[in-house]
């Protein structure tokens, strides 16, 4: 069963670049057919699909995001990360990895989430 565990700082300020990793456990981020995503949930919001990185190390993002966003691997250590500059308050919420498979927007399985606070 795989295992998706988000880790970070709780707390970024306005301007700076915001840095998630998710590690996984229990399936390799290569495995042919694996999409691997970042979602963030904005307190009283829906979820937002951000991006995700295919196992083929392709990348895809949401076009109103993608100016600030970049997703990365380390294949060695089997994690993504997820990096969002120019953060503003706006950016507050949960944020979450997970996998799909098929489509980088599908997502079956998720991490437990992270809770980012954009604040001075």
């Known amino acids: 069963q795989v295992q998706l565990q988000e880790s970070g700082p709780g707390l970024v300020k306005p301007s700076q670049t915001l840095s998630l990793t998710c590690t996984v456990s229990?399936?390799?981020?290569?495995?042919?057919?694996?999409?691997w995503s970042w979602i963030r949930q904005p307190p009283g919001k829906g979820l937002e699909w951000m991006g995700a990185?295919?196992?083929?190390?392709?990348?895809y993002y949401n076009p109103s995001l993608k100016s600030r966003t970049s997703i990365s691997r380390d294949t060695s250590k089997n994690q993504f990360t997820l990096q969002l500059s120019s953060v503003t308050p706006e950016d507050t919420a949960v944020y979450y990895c997970?996998?799909?498979?098929?489509?980088?927007?599908?997502?079956?399985?998720w991490g437990q989430g992270t809770q980012v606070t954009v604040s001075s």
């Open positions: 997970a996998r799909g498979q098929g489509s980088p927007y599908e997502y079956a399985y």
């Open positions: 229990g399936g390799s981020i290569t495995t042919n057919g694996y999409y």
């Open positions: 990185i295919a196992y083929s190390g392709t990348t």
